[in-house]
């Protein structure tokens, strides 16, 4: 059974720092694009960040260099470094994967492309 475990969100101030881990099980990575995405309250769901099964990556243009998405391929585990926080940064962020061809070169940050859903994790950004 395919499933994606978000953790690491917290409460932090502006200007520090988060690490989100995605832990995937019931497949492998070579064989899926995972996507990082959020939802502030009263906002739509939007893409933050993504790595195509092939290891290229992604960003949204209000994340760019301060966000960093990696993977570890041994722990079936994708991150995301989250640094120079901002308040408007806060939203529940969620990992969401779709299947593509073996280490396929492209991902896509859209929300209707992804077949699979984590629960989600809270990151607050606040002083």
């Known amino acids: 059974q395919l499933q994606l475990v978000e953790s690491g969100g917290g409460l932090v101030q502006p200007g520090g720092s988060l690490r989100l881990s995605c832990a995937a099980s019931?497949?492998?990575?070579?064989?899926?694009?995972i996507g990082w995405f959020r939802q502030a309250p009263g906002k739509e769901r939007e893409g933050v960040s993504c790595?195509?099964?092939?290891?290229?990556?992604n960003y949204a243009d209000s994340v760019k260099g301060r966000f960093t998405i990696s993977r570890d391929n041994g722990k079936n585990t994708v991150y995301l470094q989250m640094n120079s926080l901002k308040p408007e940064d806060t939203a529940v962020y969620y990992c969401?994967?779709?299947?593509?061809?073996?280490?396929?070169?492209?991902?896509?940050?859209?929300?209707?492309?992804?077949?699979?859903w984590g629960q989600g994790t809270q990151v607050t950004v606040s002083s």
């Open positions: 969401a994967a779709y299947p593509t061809a073996f280490r396929f070169r492209l991902c896509v940050l859209r929300v209707d492309g992804h077949d699979y």
């Open positions: 019931g497949f492998t990575l070579d064989y899926y694009a």
């Open positions: 790595i195509s099964s092939g290891g290229s990556t």
